[in-house]
């Protein structure tokens, strides 16, 4: 079976700092993939972790920890336009459909 | 490149009535895939194409919900008869498929059915 695990809702001030947390239970995980997206759009592609560790992408970062059944996506410097919903989605050995979990709706203030 | 195209935008249909979703998908893409997004929550796999066969349909409710991608390369998903629970919105994506899994799938903007 499958079970991911994300906040509902965060809020961040424009500027600062966000990290947005993701816990999973997955048979034959492989690995996991971050989305972004906004209000009544496509869902766009952020990051994919498939080994332990860090990976940086200019203001996004994304962790993984195999281990722990858990990752997360960190946003810095952010930005009003990074008010978006944030969906973490893992992968099965030998499957490439994506199984969501249910998003962090992300809102930057001023 | 031009990304994966999907129409209608939107569609209102009442209940019991039948409907039908079209996608285009990235050229030279071999996988694709529908979701269902209900509001407030992830998309959920419906299914998945490797070219013209079917290799994932285990979440689509098969007594309503049928799709087709004769050629390859256009897929139609249709529901028949609609519940009022299909009310979301239908999202279709590619990737480029083979043996890699990290190949990330691009999404077309979907379309919103609202079933009255």
């Known amino acids: 079976g499958q079970n991911i695990d994300q906040p509902t809702e965060m809020t961040a001030t424009e500027g600062a700092i966000v990290q947005i947390n993701c816990t999973y239970q997955t048979s034959g995980f492989n690995g996991l993939f971050w989305y972004q997206q906004h209000a009544g759009e496509a869902p766009t592609f952020l990051s994919y972790?498939?080994?332990?560790g860090l990976e940086e992408k200019g203001r996004f970062s994304s962790f993984l920890s195999r281990s722990k059944g858990y990752s997360y996506l960190l946003l810095k410097e952010l930005q009003m336009k990074d008010s978006a919903s944030y969906l973490c989605?893992?992968?099965?050995?030998?499957?490439?459909?994506?199984?969501f979990g249910s998003g962090t709706r992300l809102q930057v203030q001023p | 490149e031009a990304g994966v195209a999907q129409s209608p935008r939107y569609k209102i249909i009442e209940k019991r009535q039948s409907v039908a979703f079209w996608c285009n998908p990235i050229?030279?893409?071999?996988?694709l895939y529908w979701y269902q997004q209900i509001l407030g929550q992830g998309p959920k796999l419906l299914i998945q194409?490797?070219?013209?066969?079917?290799?994932?349909d285990s979440q689509l409710p098969k007594d309503r919900f049928s799709a087709e991608r004769l050629k390859g390369v256009d897929s139609t998903l249709k529901i028949q008869p609609a519940k009022l629970e299909d009310s979301a919105v239908y999202l279709c994506?590619?990737?480029?498929?083979?043996?890699?899994?990290?190949?990330?799938?691009?999404f077309g903007d979907g379309t919103r059915l609202s079933i009255l």
């Open positions: 972790n498939v080994l332990d």
């Open positions: 050229s030279g893409h071999a996988t």
């Open positions: 989605a893992v992968t099965r050995t030998g499957r490439r459909a994506l199984t």
């Open positions: 194409f490797q070219n013209n066969g079917v290799v994932d």
């Open positions: 994506a590619s990737s480029l498929g083979g043996r890699i899994n990290n190949q990330p799938q691009h």
